[in-house]
């Protein structure tokens, strides 16, 4: 078997975070000349996606774990802004809107002020169905 040609390709794309190319896909190509007298190619393509599983531009940094994650899958939390990934963002639902993305302790701060703020609509609600029958009585 005699080596024809060999070809190496490598797409890259510059990652802001590490200020350096960062590898998207390398493509190794071989040509040999086989004992038959043919020309076989063959060629291997390894893809090198990100921390989220990814393979688009990069979104930012996650200040928990280190991960590298696209721009779709990269977010800041509500609250403090910093950045974090899909794996430690928490997201709240609110009616009507897109969900709210937040870090591990400022979901918890969320749900605590949402069950408060919960309570105090009961108490008051029953407050005022207690002001209501008042009324009725007299
Ligand atoms: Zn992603
Ligand atoms: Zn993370
Ligand atoms: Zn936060």
Redesign the pocket.
């Known amino acids: 078997m005699k080596r024809l040609r060999r070809q190496k390709t490598c797409e890259v794309t510059y990652d802001p975070i590490t200020g350096q190319d960062r590898i998207l896909e390398l493509t190794q190509e071989e040509s040999v000349l086989s004992d038959q007298g043919s020309v076989d190619s063959e060629s291997l393509s390894r893809k090198y996606f990100r921390n989220c599983g990814c393979d688009g531009p990069v979104g930012g940094q996650c200040n928990k774990c280190g991960a590298i994650s696209c721009t779709s899958c990269h977010g800041r ?1 509500h ?2 802004k ?1 950045p974090i990934c899909l794996e430690h963002s928490h997201f709240l639902q609110v009616q009507g809107k897109d969900a709210i993305r ?2 591990h ?2 979901y918890i701060m969320q749900c605590w002020k949402n069950a408060i703020l919960f309570c105090l609509l009961l108490v008051g609600r029953f407050f005022l169905s207690l002001m209501v029958e008042e009324e009725n009585d007299e």
């Open positions: 939390c609250r403090c910093k937040f870090c302790r400022h």
